[in-house]
């Protein structure tokens, strides 16, 4: 079974997530979106926006507060500021809501399906044959990240899986379930249909530390 990409064919969906329904052969293990919070803080960098902006402002009301400007002047500084602060937080967000809302992961015990797009919707099938390594990195409150390292010549273009990627890995793209509640769950789940399906062992594998401190899982095909 090769990587699968079914375009935009989903207006009518034939089971939710799927562009087809499944044959009898396989069943659903997991089906989920990103969290919208997570999602915001770790693809969108809502949290830097807003340090940002906070930093214009304070750069911005400085010189106004050294100078002994009253409590009203040095709000009438920031008229521009405030507003084109607001704006482009609310614009991350939607952002994130909509790439939510829209974005569908399904786990089979037969593959991965990603189902992606806010404007033109697609979906790639991943074998679990096909998946070399998944690595698993933890955000806040149980949300991950669960990275899939591809084997062979297969490749995915990183613009069309964007924000469902790895970051800075351009040259070979890996698919990446983003902000996921319950991410270590997802992750075991993951890890048992791809060693059934391919009858090798998923061993855990200890590494170092990502920002929000965790372990990764790793599953070698090697």
Known sequence: MSIENHGHE???EPQFGLPERLPQTERILWQGSPDVGALAQSAFHLRKFVVYFALLMVARVYPEVTAGASAMEILLSLKWLLPLAAIGLLTVWTLAWLTARTTVYTLTNKRVVMRLGVVLTVSFNLPLSKIAAADLRFLESGHGDITLALKGEDRIAWVHLWPSVRPWRITKPEPTLRA???AASVATALSKAWALETGLSATPAQASRASQ??????????
Do not use: C, M, R, W
């Open 180 to 182: 996921i509640p319950d």
């Open 213 to 222: 401190g965790a372990a990764v899982l790793q599953a070698s095909a090697t």
């Open 10 to 12: 989903y207006e009518f």
